[in-house]
């Protein structure tokens, strides 16, 4: 029997788990969208009715945080036997769990301190034509 510490260490090093780098950065950048005072009346009031896929988190909708969190559920998905034994059945379950874990766990950085504070291999990223243009 693994350890959570195993299974986590195995996750982790997964390569195979992993989302392209480029594809991670750009779909974290997602803005969100402003609630309306109907989306917030829905929201907050309890009602099941919810706009489809979005993640909600603070009073905005995050379509793209969707679709990374729709990315990253395709890629463990192919561990689950072994490596996430626990996750729901319903895929948009899965889906609104890792991507409120994504939303809530962003941070803003305005695009000039990045460089006092980050590692080489993500400075490289930013200023990569890929994502600087």
């Not at 998905?77 to 996750?87: A, C, E, G, H, I």
């Not at 379950?93 to 980050?118: E, P, Q, V």
């Not at 490289?124 to 994502?131: F, R």
């Amino acid at each position: 029997m693994q350890t959570i510490e195993t299974a986590h260490d195995l996750a982790v090093n997964d390569v195979a788990l992993w989302v392209d780098r480029i594809k991670w950065f750009e779909l974290l950048q997602d803005p969100g969208i402003e609630m309306t005072p109907k989306d917030k009346e829905t929201y907050f009031s309890g009602s099941k009715k919810h706009k489809t896929r979005n993640i909600h988190h603070g009073e905005c909708f995050f379509p793209n945080i969707y679709v990374l969190a729709s990315l990253v559920l395709d890629l463990i998905s192919t561990k689950r036997d072994t490596l996430f034994p626990k996750l729901a059945k319903q895929e948009t379950k899965n889906i609104h769990s890792i991507g409120k874990a994504l939303a809530s766990r962003r941070r803003f950085c305005c695009r000039g301190d990045i460089h006092t504070g980050a590692d080489a291999e993500f400075l490289d990223l930013v200023n990569s034509p890929e994502i600087f243009g």
